[in-house]
């Protein structure tokens, strides 16, 4: 991906869509037996495109790290799994003519998850995303007007967070007791099967017992 050229391209656009931002009081949605490791994030190599104000390498980490885990964080599997992300570019927007040229912020990283146990990567290539900022009254008219700049690296950051779960979300068979099973070469666990006519769940029986008469004699049978 070239991202010099898509980052420039998606900055003097003037509306954008931007993905409504999930409550964080809501469960997340259940991706299998999954908990969250490290969170490696390497942004040395980010570069600013366009017009843009400056952010240190450390304060891209710092975020992502924070925002991955307040979301990505709240599964409690048991199964670790690790994502590294590296920060490729972005552009935090500057004051410009409001409505008509004013830029929008927006982020571009590349993601990659592994099984922490086998230390092999889940996904074949790496998952490169395009981060756009929220939509809200404070961005519809550029948010290098109404923000800070922490405040759009934070905005950002979150949205970065919630499209990384959404991917995992997107591949949840990843973290099946198949496919870990399939990655640690052993053979998938059978799931039992009844036999034809017989019940799957074993039915109690009582248990026989013989006929006795009013005084607790046995019967003798003819």
Same mark, same amino acid.
């Given at each position: 991906?070239?991202?010099?050229?898509?980052?420039?391209?998606?900055?003097?656009?003037?509306?954008?869509?931007?993905?409504?931002?999930?409550?964080?009081?809501?469960?997340?949605?259940?991706?299998?037996?999954?908990?969250?490791?490290?969170?490696?994030?390497?942004?040395?190599?980010?570069?600013? $495109? #366009?017009?843009?104000?400056?952010?240190?390498? *450390?304060?891209?980490?710092?975020? @992502?790290? %924070?925002?991955? &885990?307040?979301? /990505?964080?709240?599964?409690?599997?048991?199964?670790?799994?690790?994502?590294?992300?590296?920060?490729?570019?972005?552009?935090?927007?500057?004051?410009?003519?409001?409505?008509?040229?004013?830029?929008?912020?927006?982020?571009?990283?590349?993601?990659?998850?592994?099984?922490?146990?086998?230390?092999?990567?889940?996904?074949?290539?790496?998952?490169?995303?395009?981060?756009?900022?929220?939509?809200?009254?404070?961005?519809? $008219? #550029?948010?290098?007007?109404?923000?800070?700049? *922490?405040?759009?690296?934070?905005? @950002?950051? %979150?949205?970065? &967070?919630?499209? /990384?779960?959404?991917?995992?979300?997107?591949?949840?068979?990843?973290?099946?007791?198949?496919?870990?099973?399939?990655?640690?070469?052993?053979?998938?666990?059978?799931?039992?099967?009844?036999?034809?006519?017989?019940?799957?769940?074993?039915?109690?029986?009582?248990?026989?017992?013989?006929?006795?008469?009013?005084?607790?004699?046995?019967?003798?049978?003819?």
């Amino acid at each position: 991906m070239n991202i010099r050229k898509v980052l420039s391209s998606i900055v003097v656009l003037a509306f954008l869509s931007a993905c409504a931002r999930q409550d964080l009081s809501e469960p997340p949605e259940p991706i299998g037996d999954f908990v969250l490791g490290y969170t490696i994030v390497v942004a040395k190599n980010a570069e600013p $495109v #366009g017009p843009s104000r400056k952010a240190e390498p *450390e304060e891209w980490e710092t975020l @992502l790290k %924070e925002k991955i &885990a307040a979301r /990505i964080g709240r599964y409690q599997g048991e199964r670790i799994y690790n994502i590294a992300v590296g920060v490729d570019g972005y552009a935090l927007a500057v004051p410009g003519v409001p409505i008509l040229l004013s830029p929008k912020s927006v982020l571009a990283i590349t993601v990659n998850i592994w099984d922490d146990a086998l230390g092999l990567k889940l996904n074949e290539k790496p998952k490169q995303l395009i981060v756009l900022e929220r939509l809200s009254g404070e961005t519809v $008219v #550029g948010s290098g007007l109404t923000q800070t700049r *922490e405040q759009q690296m934070r905005n @950002l950051a %979150e949205n970065a &967070a919630r499209l /990384i779960n959404n991917w995992l979300v997107e591949n949840k068979v990843w973290f099946t007791p198949e496919a870990v099973a399939a990655r640690s070469g052993q053979p998938a666990p059978a799931a039992p099967v009844a036999a034809p006519g017989v019940p799957a769940e074993p039915v109690a029986v009582p248990p026989a017992t013989a006929p006795r008469d009013a005084a607790g004699d046995l019967i003798t049978l003819p």
